[in-house]
């Protein structure tokens, strides 16, 4: 009788991981088409302008002609199954595109042939490599008219390093590829392949010595020798393999299945995940070893949340075997659910599986408990194991929203929650201090697929406009205000008069109030109305419509009338006493200034720094980054950095990020005051 878990195992080593990363455009769509049909997966390739690829399924990504979710897809190939994971390469889907890289051995950074290396794909291939992902450039568009291929491998070598080596190269001018690792002899469109072959040879011996020895005496060596260095120096970045193809033509595409079989590792052979057992200090790494009879561990790494079918929860296996009986926990939850169903996807179709081992790609739907990043497991003591999480550009670019109809606001922020639930790049908040929901995204496009879903998914209508600053007013000299409030109408009058004076507070500090009332002018029962009228002023503000911060207020004296004295009399004559000490004590209008980190290539720093002075800014210092990027401290108003993602991607051709933080607050420009309090007069008036 054959041993299960000896099947299991082999079953494991014969699965390869692929995801397809890079800039948009490049090709990566047309090109996972290509390799389904090589493998025999589709009967014939989609078309992208024609909207029939497995991966671009979505509606949106039809009319657009661009991915804008990450698909996932599988195939066989010589007895080997292969998952393909299609990412979008903009910069506004990163939420999609980065967590790919936790479900999968190689990330494969794919470059256009006829556009080169674009920012994106030097992105990608950072993070990959910070994830210790074997990697791999593959070119596409070899039969692009008027491209130098020659050229370009030079470019990819400047650009990601020496160790970026040619596994094979173009022919009869791109339309079709001669290998360079298992053939030492022949001829390309670069010259002999021998050159190539040597090169490679002699990278991948190089991490082990006994290899080096056996190289230098025999002067080659057979490359099916050289598996267990190849996956080494793919493990230790030693090796970047280059690969040529046209997803047209079809000129590399076979080539490339075989190197994903043959050279690429498998889940027993790449670097272990970076798991995390514990919360906080006591936080520990731990390995998830690919070893189908232990317990399961796995990482969900993608979810998705559709009107009709539900929650579908995406995720890779690292640890033990998935069944369709298993009884999963998700994270800490302590109550485990039961897979009904497992599937592998093929695009926006659901592939019914009775087993996954580690290294399958595989979903489970209609699960509310489960979401992103959580970690699948069937051990109570493995509650507290997590991935080391991802280092997401954060957030920044904003969008206040409000149904149109009045009355749905509860329904809009469960619809918000479900697609922020799909998109870790993607953040809600409701911000108290201007009382707006406001919709938090990578950039304009990011926000504008995400209102648009909103429409056509779930039929939901929202308004949208630039959120509104958390401007604050303040005081910045003492001065004293006094006000009679006295109204007859026929029977009981009111009547109340309040004596006060204000003095500006150090910033930050606050609100404070004193009764220094002697004598009983004032009874005691009427000063919290006092302090109530004043309240109203500090939230509806008094020059701008701002709310007042950082003032001291002391009542000293006033009048009352036996008779006539009620408490709205006297908090209308504190509201109105507390106003005319404000306009006599030099008002200001303060802005929220915050805090900025921008990363950006070394090469653009003088026009960032140039223009964060045009916007107000104070450059606090520079620092050094890794691959050539420079971090730019600042402190920025608030109200400058309306749009500034965009402003940022003309200057740094795509490639800046920034991040803000709050951190003080500080009077604007008279100008800036003349304009604010003129706008809040004609709303008054109106």
């Given at each position: 009788?054959?041993?299960?878990?000896?099947?299991?195992?082999?079953?494991?080593?014969?699965?390869?991981?692929?995801?397809?990363?890079?800039?948009?455009?490049?090709?990566?769509?047309?090109?996972?088409?290509?390799?389904?049909?090589?493998?025999?997966?589709?009967?014939?390739?989609?078309?992208?302008?024609?909207?029939?690829?497995?991966?671009?399924?979505?509606?949106?990504?039809?009319?657009?002609?661009?991915?804008?979710?990450?698909?996932?897809?599988?195939?066989?190939?010589?007895?080997?199954?292969?998952?393909?994971?299609?990412?979008?390469?903009?910069?506004?889907?990163?939420?999609?595109?980065?967590?790919?890289?936790?479900?999968?051995?190689?990330?494969?950074?794919?470059?256009?042939?006829?556009?080169?290396?674009?920012?994106?794909?030097?992105?990608?291939?950072?993070?990959?490599?910070?994830?210790?992902?074997?990697?791999?450039?593959?070119?596409?568009?070899?039969?692009?008219?008027?491209?130098?291929?020659?050229?370009?491998?030079?470019?990819?070598?400047?650009?990601?390093?020496?160790?970026?080596?040619?596994?094979?190269?173009?022919?009869?001018?791109?339309?079709?590829?001669?290998?360079?690792?298992?053939?030492?002899?022949?001829?390309?469109?670069?010259?002999?392949?021998?050159?190539?072959?040597?090169?490679?040879?002699?990278?991948?011996?190089?991490?082990?010595?006994?290899?080096?020895?056996?190289?230098?005496?025999?002067?080659?060596?057979?490359?099916?020798?050289?598996?267990?260095?190849?996956?080494?120096?793919?493990?230790?970045?030693?090796?970047?393999?280059?690969?040529?193809?046209?997803?047209?033509?079809?000129?590399?595409?076979?080539?490339?299945?075989?190197?994903?079989?043959k050279l690429l590792p498998d889940p027993t052979e790449a670097n272990p995940p970076s798991f995390i057992?514990?919360?906080?200090?006591?936080?520990?790494?731990?390995?998830?070893?690919?070893?189908?009879?232990?317990?399961?561990?796995?990482?969900?790494?993608?979810?998705?949340?559709?009107?009709?079918?539900?929650?579908?929860?995406?995720?890779?296996?690292?640890?033990?075997?998935?069944?369709?009986?298993?009884?999963?926990?998700?994270?800490?939850?302590?109550?485990?659910?039961?897979?009904?169903?497992?599937?592998?996807?093929?695009?926006?179709?659901?592939?019914?599986?009775?087993?996954?081992?580690?290294?399958?790609?595989?979903?489970?739907?209609?699960?509310?408990?489960?979401?992103?990043?959580?970690?699948?497991?069937?051990?109570?003591?493995?509650?507290?194991?997590?991935?080391?999480?991802?280092?997401?550009?954060?957030?920044?670019?904003?969008?206040?929203?409000?149904?149109?109809?009045?009355?749905?606001?509860?329904?809009?922020?469960?619809?918000?929650?479900?697609?922020?639930?799909?998109?870790?790049?993607?953040?809600?908040?409701?911000?108290?201090?201007?009382?707006?929901?406001?919709?938090?995204?990578?950039?304009?496009?990011?926000?504008?697929?995400?209102?648009?879903?909103?429409?056509?998914?779930?039929?939901?209508?929202?308004?949208?406009?630039?959120?509104?600053?958390?401007?604050?007013?303040?005081?910045?000299?003492?001065?004293?205000?006094?006000?009679?409030?006295?109204?007859?109408?026929?029977?009981?009058?009111?009547?109340?008069?309040?004596?006060?004076?204000?003095?500006?507070?150090?910033?930050?500090?606050?609100?404070?109030?004193?009764?220094?009332?002697?004598?009983?002018?004032?009874?005691?029962?009427?000063?919290?109305?006092?302090?109530?009228?004043?309240?109203?002023?500090?939230?509806?503000?008094?020059?701008?419509?701002?709310?007042?911060?950082?003032?001291?207020?002391?009542?000293?004296?006033?009048?009352?009338?036996?008779?006539?004295?009620?408490?709205?009399?006297?908090?209308?004559?504190?509201?109105?006493?507390?106003?005319?000490?404000?306009?006599?004590?030099?008002?200001?209008?303060?802005?929220?200034?915050?805090?900025?980190?921008?990363?950006?290539?070394?090469?653009?720093?003088?026009?960032?720094?140039?223009?964060?002075?045009?916007?107000?800014?104070?450059?606090?210092?520079?620092?050094?980054?890794?691959?050539?990027?420079?971090?730019?401290?600042?402190?920025?108003?608030?109200?400058?950095?309306?749009?500034?993602?965009?402003?940022?991607?003309?200057?740094?051709?795509?490639?800046?990020?920034?991040?803000?933080?709050?951190?003080?607050?500080?009077?604007?420009?008279?100008?800036?005051?003349?304009?604010?309090?003129?706008?809040?007069?004609?709303?008054?008036?109106?």
């Open positions: 009788m054959p041993n299960r878990s000896n099947g299991l195992a082999a079953e494991m080593q014969s699965v390869r991981t692929l995801a397809l990363v890079g800039a948009a455009a490049a090709g990566k769509s047309s090109l996972a088409e290509a390799l389904l049909y090589q493998a025999g997966a589709i009967g014939a390739c989609g078309s992208i302008e024609r909207g029939s690829t497995v991966s671009d399924h979505d509606p949106l990504e039809r009319r657009m002609q661009h991915s804008l979710n990450a698909s996932v897809m599988h195939l066989t190939h010589a007895n080997t199954r292969i998952h393909l994971i299609d990412t979008p390469g903009g910069p506004d889907f990163l939420g999609q595109s980065m967590p790919a890289l936790e479900a999968v051995e190689t990330a494969a950074v794919v470059i256009n042939a006829a556009t080169g290396i674009e920012p994106m794909a030097v992105r990608m291939m950072a993070y990959a490599a910070s994830r210790r992902l074997a990697r791999m450039v593959i070119v596409t568009k070899t039969d692009a008219q008027g491209v130098s291929l020659a050229g370009l491998l030079a470019d990819i070598q400047a650009t990601f390093g020496r160790e970026c080596l040619p596994l094979n190269l173009p022919d009869r001018v791109g339309r079709r590829v001669v290998d360079c690792f298992f053939n030492r002899f022949g001829q390309s469109d670069f010259g002999p392949v021998e050159a190539a072959h040597r090169a490679l040879v002699e990278q991948v011996v190089e991490v082990d010595a006994a290899f080096v020895d056996r190289y230098l005496e025999d002067g080659d060596m057979d490359p099916a020798e050289l598996h267990a260095p190849l996956e080494q120096a793919l493990r230790e970045g030693h090796l970047i393999p280059v690969c040529f193809v046209s997803s047209r033509s079809g000129a590399g595409v076979a080539e490339l299945l075989d190197v994903i079989v057992a514990g919360e906080g200090a006591e936080a520990m790494p731990m390995e998830a070893k690919p070893d189908p009879t232990l317990h399961v561990l796995a990482h969900v790494f993608k979810v998705t949340i559709d009107p009709f079918v539900g929650k579908m929860g995406i995720f890779r296996v690292h640890q033990g075997t998935v069944t369709r009986d298993s009884q999963l926990y998700i994270g800490d939850g302590r109550k485990p659910f039961k897979v009904g169903h497992l599937f592998m996807l093929q695009g926006k179709d659901h592939v019914e599986v009775s087993h996954a081992v580690p290294g399958d790609i595989v979903a489970v739907a209609k699960v509310d408990e489960i979401h992103f990043d959580a970690v699948l497991h069937d051990a109570q003591e493995d509650s507290h194991v997590h991935l080391a999480p991802l280092a997401f550009p954060v957030p920044v670019y904003g969008l206040a929203v409000e149904p149109k109809r009045h009355g749905d606001e509860q329904r809009a922020w469960e619809i918000l929650g479900k697609l922020a639930a799909e998109d870790p790049c993607l953040r809600i908040e409701h911000v108290a201090a201007t009382n707006e929901t406001v919709l938090y995204g990578l950039g304009e496009l990011h926000l504008r697929i995400v209102l648009e879903r909103l429409r056509e998914v779930y039929r939901f209508e929202v308004q949208t406009r630039p959120p509104r600053i958390a401007y604050r007013e303040t005081v910045t000299a003492p001065a004293e205000g006094h006000h009679r409030h006295k109204k007859q109408s026929g029977g009981a009058g009111q009547f109340a008069e309040v004596f006060l004076r204000i003095e500006p507070l150090a910033r930050g500090a606050g609100f404070e109030f004193a009764d220094e009332v002697r004598g009983g002018t004032i009874p005691g029962q009427f000063i919290p109305a006092v302090e109530k009228g004043v309240r109203e002023v500090l939230a509806s503000g008094a020059i701008a419509g701002y709310p007042v911060v950082d003032v001291r207020v002391v009542v000293y004296d006033g009048k009352h009338h036996s008779v006539d004295s009620k408490d709205i009399a006297f908090a209308t004559a504190g509201r109105k006493a507390f106003m005319a000490a404000i306009r006599e004590a030099r008002p200001a209008v303060l802005e929220p200034i915050v805090q900025v980190e921008i990363s950006v290539p070394e090469h653009s720093v003088g026009d960032v720094t140039s223009d964060l002075s045009l916007r107000r800014g104070l450059v606090t210092g520079t620092s050094g980054r890794e691959a050539g990027t420079v971090a730019i401290g600042g402190q920025v108003p608030e109200a400058e950095m309306a749009n500034y993602q965009s402003r940022l991607n003309a200057m740094t051709s795509g490639q800046g990020r920034y991040t803000t933080a709050l951190s003080h607050y500080e009077a604007v420009p008279p100008a800036v005051q003349q304009t604010l309090t003129g706008q809040y007069r004609v709303r008054e008036e109106d």
